[in-house]
């Protein structure tokens, strides 16, 4: 069965601190990995996919599939990074798109 | 180039009741597909069409059916409405045959079940 998970419903951190964001999955092929964010009053948007391997608003992500995870990193939070973050994932053929459930960022001043 | 958009905003239903919610997809794109997201949790997949045709689908009972027209504009029908349907319905657009990263959403319809 498909399923991403997010272990952590709200993670806090002061500005100028790392951030992680945690995103594990099941899927018994090689699944596409992605971060949507969704800033308050915004619609969800695309924030970044593994494939591409590259940093969006300083944000990287490295698939693992040896612990099957997809953490979202940023070294130095913004106020502006205060968000809500879904790792999702896309099957093989396309045809379904699984999110997690979620985790708030709330980056403290 | 316009948005996403949907239609209505909020709308709030009985219980059994039959509930048809739309969405405009964004200039370009051929395909849709909708999401439920009930509160506290993730967009979970209901269904995607492209070309008027559903081609990829979710694990949803067939109460829950599509319909997109030949200006890629869709619709999602309830029928049969029970409580747990309550919750935020997106939908979002895209182009190519399947589900793509790059789907833009739209603001979403709130719908209530009593």
């Known amino acids: 069965a498909q399923r991403v998970t997010q272990p952590e419903k709200l993670l806090s951190v002061f500005k100028g601190a790392p951030v992680e964001l945690k995103c594990n999955y099941s899927y018994s092929g090689s699944p596409e990995l992605f971060w949507y964010v969704q800033y308050s009053r915004q619609r969800l948007q695309l924030l970044l996919r593994?494939?591409s391997r590259e940093s969006i608003k300083g944000f990287t992500a490295d698939l693992n599939k040896g612990e099957t995870s997809f953490h979202l990193k940023k070294p130095f939070a913004q106020e502006e990074d205060s968000a809500m973050y879904y790792c999702?994932?896309?099957?093989?053929?396309?045809?379904?798109?699984?999110f997690g459930p979620g985790t708030r960022l709330s980056v403290l001043p | 180039e316009t948005g996403v958009t949907q239609s209505p905003t909020h709308l709030i239903k009985t219980r059994g009741q039959q509930v048809t919610l739309r969405c405009s997809s964004q200039s370009g794109h051929n395909t849709v597909s909708w999401y439920q997201q009930a509160l506290g949790q993730g967009p979970q997949f209901i269904f995607q069409?492209?070309?008027?045709?559903?081609?990829g689908r979710g694990n949803f009972p067939p109460r829950f059916s599509g319909l997109q027209f030949p200006n890629y504009s869709s619709e999602l029908n309830v029928n049969a409405l029970e409580l747990d349907d309550s919750a935020l319905y997106l939908c979002?657009?895209?182009?190519?045959?399947?589900?793509?990263?790059?789907?833009?959403f739209g603001p979403g319809t709130r719908l209530t079940v009593t």
């Open positions: 979002a657009s895209s182009s190519g045959e399947f589900v793509s990263y790059e789907q833009y």
């Open positions: 999702a994932l896309r099957g093989n053929y396309g045809q379904n798109f699984v």
């Open positions: 069409y492209y070309r008027e045709e559903e081609n």
């Open positions: 593994h494939i």
